[in-house]
């Protein structure tokens, strides 16, 4: 009788549930849980869903790993004081070198560009002094450029990432002296 495209309700695949759709869709609580759930299962760091009713989205801080120079590994080796020593001795120039910079860090999974555009200048290079709000690089993530800002003051004096190269989340872009 009556036309099944016309009716307001929708069925659910996975459920078989049929739930009444409205002009302003949202989630409760359980649904917002269950999302969060499979997001975690599946071991995303970020999650967004976005129509024309609702947005969504979810992220997770992560750890990111502390690198360290190779000669760091010698004291946890059964090894004579000595040779701890000269290992100590041999590494502090690596790890000073990184250990009072602030590192800027990528802030989603994407490609690292150090301009604007391939035929503009870079935003800054080493030696660069930036404030909070200088924009450092674009990392592109799904075909939306996301400028990075420094966010905090300081002179930028390491770059860690090539241009045009792919970034993790978490991963150091920029060491800042400041």
């Known amino acids: 009788m009556g036309d099944p495209g016309a009716s307001a309700e929708a069925k ?14 949202s989630l409760n609580l359980d649904e917002i849980r269950e999302l969060a759930e499979l997001v975690n299962e599946h071991g995303f760091t970020d ?8 947005r969504v989205r979810l992220s997770k801080q992560v750890n990111t790993p502390v690198y360290a120079a190779p000669q760091m590994a010698a004291p ?74 420094a966010e905090t003051s300081g002179e930028i004096v390491k770059i860690y990432v090539e241009n045009g190269a792919p970034v993790e989340y978490g991963q150091p872009l920029f060491g800042i002296r400041k």
């Open 12 to 25: 659910d695949k996975s459920t078989g549930k049929v739930a009444k759709q409205s002009s302003e869709a």
């Open 76 to 149: 946890a080796q059964a090894a004579p004081a000595v040779s701890t020593t000269s290992a100590n001795d041999s590494a502090p120039a690596a790890v000073d070198e990184d250990a009072g910079l602030h590192k800027i860090t990528s802030p989603i999974v994407g490609t690292f560009y150090r301009s604007p555009a391939p035929d503009k200048p870079s935003y800054v290079s080493e030696g660069t002094v930036v404030s909070p709000e200088s924009v450092v690089c674009i990392v592109e993530a799904m075909k939306l450029m996301n400028e990075i800002q």
């Open 47 to 54: 999650f967004e869903f976005e129509n024309e009713n609702i």
